[in-house]
């Protein structure tokens, strides 16, 4: 019996449980769809089709993972020192206040190849500097980094509306937004790039960024696992105590980690407002730091499943907005719906499956080995 | 009777025959129930659907990069007229209207100028003035509060109208006025509009005019558990709470909405402004059986003659944005 405690194979732990997991929640949302009065295959069609089914679907889809992987890779690197961090929202916010005045500062005097790295320094200063305060009380103060970044998050919209309002707002307009930047502060979209070397495929705010979301990954990837700083986090994250003890300054690593995580989550900023929105407005989040959380829990904190379940999250935005457009019986509620039931099965209730896929796998390990012996 | 059905039979035939009419709604991130301003033109657009038996196709947004999306995917769908809910439409609108210069596009709350675009507007200072001075006519203590929603210069726009009309009526009152948050949850949080409302009341105000769509049923919630008034926004909400409910400052946007696609289906759509204040009956206070009893002759009166002279130019309410500041 004890062969069927035995530790899942590795492909079966970060391929098969999550696509379980995935097919379970899907199972749960298809009957739903069926209760509602409406196909659940068709409207599984639809939402893959929406999804990834043409071009332009798939670039809305990869736009969406773009600032996944970003808030994603945020919560992910906070995860690995144990520090909960509920701010990707605000950080992202506010790193797209630090694009934004950068661009509006400075698009009329510097070329594009300038104002890019400079953009990228100012989300990340701007997303670092916003979770600096709560990283400080939690390092040297002792406040739960879970209350103040969530604090954080409404300090941040707060001060985005009143800047908004009273400083970005073109004077006379309704709505407060800032002016949109000149052309040499936008990022190129990707059908740009491909138009470039002569490729046709349809428009949709796939730009750069998404490269720099996967060169972001990589570089995480290093950070965390092979360097010392990468390895003191993981270190404080395993064992506070035994981490001081092999001489790691906790306080010092907490503070590096949540700066990093709020530099990440800012750089949302760069894809929505540099490269999409191309102007300063309200509410350009729009959830996307929460979804991160689900993102990183989802893809185990590692990039590599940050990168899938981004583009998974971003193909349900996607192709659930292509849903409510198809089936008027289903809102976008339903679609709100189906996402949190994505995220119930595949983080909270992550290991349901597993003591039963475990022993399935003794049972087959049992078997395999009574064929060797026989 | 066959006749008249063959007439009808007729009449669709050349309608369908003067132009593809598809009409396409996207809502914004209220939602089509709101209790407001997006649910005031579900409720139009469903009327003219009830009428006419003509479906149309609609979406509610759920972040900003969708509201492009929406529209440009019910252009090219061949959705026409394509009517944009909300000011935050407006870039988007202005975009896709560039791109399908063949199909008619409306705005509501929101000028947008291109040759194939409606832009309806709602003129609520106008409004907002002739309920600030029932709210003053009504206050015992000379004291009168204001409730907005969101902090954006469109209710800060109520909120100067309804202070000229409140300083109008009496220059001594003290207005005393709230926004419920800066978010866009700051439209749908009745507990804290209810906490805002007691703590104006004890500060000795007894009329409350709430421009915060569904904050607003918190507030009218409380004045009545206060035996205080409030007044209401957007739709007639009187009905809420007889008695305690002085009037409501009423957004015509299913009128709006109704009109549009009628001009359309009817192809007298015309590109351009359409600017609804008191002279258009786009805005108005509600007077009905369940606030009758409140409103005395005299009140009605004033408020009649303040009307006038606004529609004949006596009486000139500043609008907040014109220049984004309440001087006057």
Known sequence: MSQAKKPLPLWADIILIPIINILMALTVAGIIIYLIGENPFEAMKIMIYGAFGYDEAIGYTLYYATNFIFTGLAVAIAFHAALFNIGGEGQAYIGGLGVAILLLALDQYLPFWVLLPLAILASMIFGALWAAIPAYLQAYRGSHIVITTIMFNFIAANLMVYLLVNVFIVPGSMIPESRTFADNAWLPFMHEMFGWVGINISSSPLNLSFAIAIIVSILIWIFIWHTRWGYAIRAVGFSESAAHYAGISNKKIIMMTMLISGALAGMTGINEIMGVQHKLLLDFVAGYGFTGIAVALMGRNHPVGIILASILFGALYQGGAELTFDMPNISREMVTAIQGLIILFSGALAYMSRPWLEKLFGLFGSINKKIEVG | ?328
């Open chain 2, 1 to 328: 009777m066959k006749i008249i059905k063959l007439a009808v039979v007729a009449l669709s035939a050349t309608v369908l025959c003067a132009g593809d009419f598809k009409p396409a709604v996207v809502f914004d991130m209220g939602g089509k129930f709101d209790k407001s301003f997006n649910e005031g033109v579900y409720s139009g657009i469903e009327k003219f659907k009830k009428e006419t038996g003509i479906g149309y196709k609609s979406f509610e947004v759920t972040n900003a990069t969708q509201r492009e999306q929406a529209i440009r995917k019910m252009a090219k769908r061949g959705g026409n007229p394509v009517l944009g809910i909300g000011f935050a439409q407006g870039p988007a609108i202005d975009k896709v209207a560039g791109e399908f210069p063949k199909t008619s596009f409306a705005i509501i709350d929101m000028v947008v100028s291109k040759p194939n675009v409606q832009s309806i507007i709602f003129k609520e200072h106008e409004g907002s003035f002739l309920v600030g001075m029932l709210a003053v006519m009504a206050s015992k203590t000379a004291k009168v509060g204001f409730i907005g929603g969101m902090d954006i210069p469109l209710i800060r726009r109520f909120a100067c109208g309804y202070e000229q009309g409140a300083k109008y009526t009496n220059s001594k009152i003290e207005i005393i006025q709230n926004m419920t948050g800066s978010t866009p949850s700051a439209w749908s949080d009745p507990s804290r509009g209810g906490e805002l409302a007691k703590g104006q009341f004890d500060r000795g105000v007894d009329v409350i005019f709430a421009a915060a769509g569904g904050t607003g049923i918190g507030v009218y919630q409380a004045a009545k558990d206060a035996g205080k008034l409030a007044i209401g926004v957007d739709s007639n909400q009187n009905y809420l709470h007889p008695g305690t409910m002085l009037t409501s400052m009423v957004k015509r946007v299913d009128v709006a909405a109704y009109d549009l696609l009628k001009s359309v289906q009817t192809g007298t759509f015309e590109a351009g402004i359409r600017s609804l204040g008191l002279a258009e009956d786009g805005v108005a206070w509600a007077l009905d059986e369940h606030n009758k009893a409140l409103i005395t002759d005299a009140m009605k009166k004033a408020v009649d003659q303040a009307k006038a002279d606004i529609i004949s130019g006596k009486i000139k309410v500043h609008d907040y944005m014109s220049d984004n500041t309440c001087k006057y």
